[in-house]
């Protein structure tokens, strides 16, 4: 386990380690955690003060953002080829608040060419189902960026 940078009193869970790759967007509104046993990939956050709204709840435009790296994630892992976000949708089913920890399991559901169908379960402190996303990618060529 290690300390999460900006908590000092959080643990990160064992096999999570920062996710370093993602760009400049995620890379400002983290740090991510990713644990990938070869078969599958779990994407964490630690959810902090500047992640959440007014309410001390997680933004939704955060968890949005987290959910769809998550899912880009499971494509990667399908298909090895980067690809772009065509249509996320999100049931948000229990709030999520500072200082909790917050893991997406995006599995591939589907694909058809090079559009990619995929899924998470938003797992709140190892129990709650928080959230549940379902995204369509579609794959990029070699060239596009």
């Known amino acids: ?64 953002a987290f959910a769809d790296g998550a899912l880009a994630w499971s494509v990667w892992r399908a298909t090895k080829r980067a690809s772009v976000t065509m249509q996320l949708s999100l049931d948000f089913l229990e709030t999520v608040r500072i200082g909790d920890w917050l893991v997406a399991r995006p599995k591939h559901v589907a694909t058809q060419g090079e559009i990619i169908h995929v899924e998470a379960d938003l797992i709140r402190n190892n129990e709650n189902l928080a959230a549940h996303a379902v995204g369509v990618f579609h794959l990029l060529h070699k060239n596009e960026k």
């Open 1 to 64: 386990m290690t300390a999460s940078p900006g908590a000092s009193s959080f643990i990160v869970p064992d096999g999570f380690k920062a996710d370093a790759g993602r760009g400049p967007f995620t890379t400002h509104n983290g740090p991510i955690y990713r644990k990938d046993d070869g078969k599958t990939v779990e994407v964490g956050l630690h959810v902090l003060e500047r992640h959440c709204n007014g309410h001390g709840f997680l933004h939704g435009g955060m968890i949005s």
